[in-house]
Structure formats: C-alpha cells, structure tokens
C-alpha cells in the first residue's frame, strides 16, 4: 500500500496548504469521476454560491485536476465566474487522490441528521421567511418537515388530533450550560428506551431519565 511517510503527513497537518485563485478554465475534471451531477444540483450548487458566497474551496492536484469540487466548478461555469479559490494536494500521491476522490463524497454521505432539531431549525427559517430551497431540500422533504415540525408555542398534532398527556417545555440556557446539558442528554439518550412511556421524542425521554436519576439520589435531601 502507498502510504505517506509519517513525517510528511505531520507537516501536511501543521502546515495545511494556502488558499490561492485559480482561472476555472484551467481546472481539469477527473475522467474516472465516479459522483454524478445532475442539472437540477448544478443549479442548486449555483443558488448556494449565490446566496452565501463561496464558502469551501477546490481541492486540485499538482497538476489541476480536481479532486474535490467538481459539482462547484461547473456551478462556477454556470454562474459566470472566472477564478475560484482552490487548495492544492501535491502531497498526495496518485493512488491517493484517487482514494480521497471517493471518500470526499462518501465520508460526507454517512453523517445523518437529528431530525428534531432539522425539522425546528427549517421551521424558524420558514417563520421569519427565509427562502428554504436554497439548503437544498426538495420541496416535497421541506413540506414533510415542515408539517411535522414542532411549533415553539404549541404541541405537535398526533394523527388522532388528541394530545393526550402531553406538554412542551421550553427553556433558555447560557452556552456554556448548553453544552453540559447536551452532553448529558446525549449520554441519556444512548442508554436506550425511556421504560414503556409511549412519548416517542427521544428527547423529552433522555430529559425525564436525567430527572429520575437526579431525583433518586437527591430525593431525600429535600
């Protein structure tokens, strides 16, 4: 296997390679490129870069083929732009690039989303009329989140139209208390299921094993 001496990739680590402008029309595709871009995404891409600027450059080999950010150059193509900003990877040897090519989209591909928070956070765009098709969503996704979000001054609708038992508490937090709060939810939440509660958000559960716990050890102390 081709691997990198240890010391190099130290110094590739500590000393990561400058940003620097590179004309789009010398920017080689990669022939083998397996990812695919349909229109639709290139013009998505398009009305990203639009929207928030050019926020994660081209990664290229010493010799300007792409190894990450096809899918940006040709949005760039679309757009109209001449030079975009690019890193370059000429520590990488052949076998490689090549490898970082697939695992670039891959990698990115495993990570998921805590749809609670994705489906509050669409919603509070939404609230304040963000345009939410420029994330990328389709509209169908968005409508789906949309209607399932959790508004901030209600409770959800469950398919029976009937709350039951239930109720939504909101609090404010300092940052530093937020992280030691969601440190220790994340922790609650890894224990499994909260007994038979038939509250199905793996929040409040995580939050109500939180309280038992406090309660048994400091119950007493009241």
Not at 56 to 84: E, F, S, T, W, Y
Not at 160 to 177: A, I, K, N, V
Not at 197 to 211: E, F, K
Request: proline content about 5%; aromatic content about 6%.
């Amino acid at each position: 296997m081709n691997i990198l001496d240890p010391n190099e990739t130290r110094a590739a680590a500590l000393n990561p390679p400058q940003i620097e402008m590179r004309d789009v029309q010398s920017l080689l595709p990669y022939a083998q490129n397996a990812r695919t871009h349909s229109l639709a995404q290139i013009e998505q891409i398009a009305a990203s870069i639009r929207e928030f600027g050019w926020t994660n450059p081209v990664l290229i080999d010493g010799r300007g083929g792409i190894v990450a950010g096809h899918g940006r150059v040709r949005a760039a193509q679309l757009l109209g732009i001449v030079a975009v900003p690019c890193i370059c990877l000429s520590h990488l040897n052949e076998a490689q690039r090549r490898a970082y090519i697939l695992a670039d989209n891959q990698l990115a591909l495993r990570a998921g989303w805590d749809e609670e928070l994705l489906r509050l956070e669409l919603s509070e765009l939404d609230a304040i009329g963000y345009e939410l098709p420029v994330i990328g969503f389709s509209t169908d996704e968005l409508e789906e989140f949309l209607r399932l979000a959790v508004p901030l001054d209600g409770m959800p609708i469950l398919p029976s139209g009937d709350r039951g038992e239930f109720q939504q508490m909101t609090f404010t937090l300092h940052d530093s208390q937020a992280e030691r709060v969601c440190a220790a939810m994340a922790i609650a939440a890894a224990m499994g299921s909260y007994g038979d509660s038939p509250n199905q958000n793996m929040n409040g559960n995580a939050l109500a094993r939180i309280c038992e716990k406090f309660l048994a050890h400091y119950g007493n102390h009241r």
